[in-house]
């Protein structure tokens, strides 16, 4: 079992920045794939960014330039940096992680193409106009 506890959501206004982190704990793993999913009012779940064990990284095309994934090993703690908020990235921002061997690729987690393993509970993040 993984438990993941997301922290870092907030209100800000367009164009500002937010940065979220994903507290994890419980087994251990080494070969994973970790990502970032949200979740807007009246629409599904979609994937934003992901890295696996391998350090490759993939992200929505809506976010890339804007929102940046880090993974600190020594810390067991992934991390999603969002710059130059719009509005469309309001959403609750879920932490998410597949433990298997061999890493899921991150572009086919992103895409829904992959089950994941284990979800955190959410952080909201709203950007206004």
């Known amino acids: 079992q993984v438990n993941l506890v997301e922290s870092g959501g907030g209100s800000v206004q367009t164009g500002g920045s937010l940065g979220l982190s994903c507290a994890t704990s419980?087994?251990?793993?080494?070969?994973?794939?970790l990502a970032w999913f949200r979740q807007a009012p009246g629409k599904e779940r979609e994937g934003v960014a992901a890295?696996?064990?391998?350090?490759?990284?993939d992200y929505q095309n809506s976010v890339k330039g804007r929102f940046t994934i880090s993974y600190d090993k020594a810390k067991n703690t992934p991390y999603l940096e969002m710059n130059n908020l719009k509005p469309e990235d309001t959403a609750m921002y879920y932490c998410?992680?597949?433990?298997?061997?061999?890493?899921?690729?991150?572009?086919?987690?992103?895409?829904?193409?992959?089950?994941?393993?284990?979800w955190g509970q959410g952080t909201q993040v709203t950007v206004s106009s």
């Open positions: 419980g087994r251990s793993y080494s070969s994973y794939c």
């Open positions: 998410a992680a597949e433990i298997r061997l061999p890493a899921p690729p991150p572009d086919a987690v992103i895409r829904g193409h992959t089950e994941i393993d284990y």
């Open positions: 890295i696996d064990s391998y350090g490759n990284k």
